[in-house]
Nanobody
Framework: QVQLVESGGGLVQPGGSLRLSCAASGSIFSSNVMGWYRQAPGKQRELVAVISSGGSANYADSVKGRFTISRDNAKNTVYLQMNSLKPEDMAVYYC?????????????WGQGTQVTVSS
């Protein structure tokens, strides 16, 4: 099993910044993908950004140039630096770790952290 603990959410004004952190613990494979997803009220959960253990990152078009995902493999921690936040970025942000063994994916989710963008 893997446990994920997120932190760093909160209230920020439009144009402001926040940094989310997600620390993973438990049975973690050396090769995995960690990422951030978000879900706004009435909407489906969507991918924000993912990063492999090798450092390859991908972003949703809506956050490119504003958000940066990074990770510290020694700490099994993934970060999301969010700059130039917009009201439409407001959502619950979830951390996800996915690892694969023998062709089967094993996804794990954090409990979510609220990001509120409002003046």
């Amino acid at each position: 099993q893997v446990q994920l603990v997120e932190s760093g959410g909160g209230l920020v004004q439009p144009g402001g910044s926040l940094r989310l952190s997600c620390a993973a613990s438990g049975s973690i494979f050396s090769s995995n993908v960690m990422g951030w997803y978000r879900q706004a009220p009435g909407k489906q959960r969507e991918l924000v950004a993912v990063i492999s253990s090798g450092g390859s990152a991908n972003y949703a078009d809506s956050v490119k140039g504003r958000f940066t995902i990074s990770r510290d493999n020694a700490k099994n921690t993934v970060y999301l630096q969010m700059n130039s936040l917009k009201p439409e970025d407001m959502a619950v942000y979830y951390c996800k770790l996915n690892q694969r063994r023998l062709g089967t994916d094993f996804p794990f989710w954090g409990q979510g952290t609220q990001v509120t963008v409002s003046s």
